[in-house]
């Protein structure tokens, strides 16, 4: 069992910046690929990035590319989602999502992860 919390989310205007981060149970958080996905009201749950377990790749949707940035640190269990440039678009809740499959996927299913953090909730004005 793997329990992911998330954090940092917040109210920013426009063009800001934010830093989310979830925190992982367990000691084999290094064994999971991580994901982020984001909710936006009435809309589904859509990928947002992803990071490979040793942290040497990353994965964007295409929408965020170039403005997010994914990082991990396994001696901690934490993983990081550095939003920059954000956009009001990006309001959503936002989600860690830990994947037990071996191959860091493009564009995976929100169906597919095996654990969830409980979200955090990033609200962007303009």
């Known amino acids: 069992q793997v329990a992911l919390v998330e954090s940092g989310g917040g109210l920013v205007q426009a063009g800001g910046s934010l830093r989310l981060s979830c925190a992982a149970s367990?000691?084999?958080?290094?064994?999971?690929?991580m994901y982020w996905f984001r909710q936006a009201p009435g809309k589904e749950r859509e990928f947002v990035g992803g990071i490979s377990r040793s942290g040497a790749t990353t994965r964007y949707a295409d929408s965020v590319k170039g403005r997010f940035s994914i990082s991990r640190d396994n001696a901690k269990n934490t993983v990081s989602l550095q939003m920059n440039n954000l956009k009001s678009e990006d309001t959503a809740v936002y989600y860690c999502?830990?994947?037990?499959?071996?191959?860091?996927?493009?564009?995976?299913?929100?169906?597919?992860?095996?654990?969830w953090g409980k979200g955090t909730l990033v609200t962007v004005s303009s």
């Open positions: 367990g000691r084999t958080f290094s064994n999971y690929i």
């Open positions: 999502a830990a994947d037990s499959r071996v191959v860091l996927r493009p564009s995976p299913s929100a169906s597919g992860m095996n654990y």
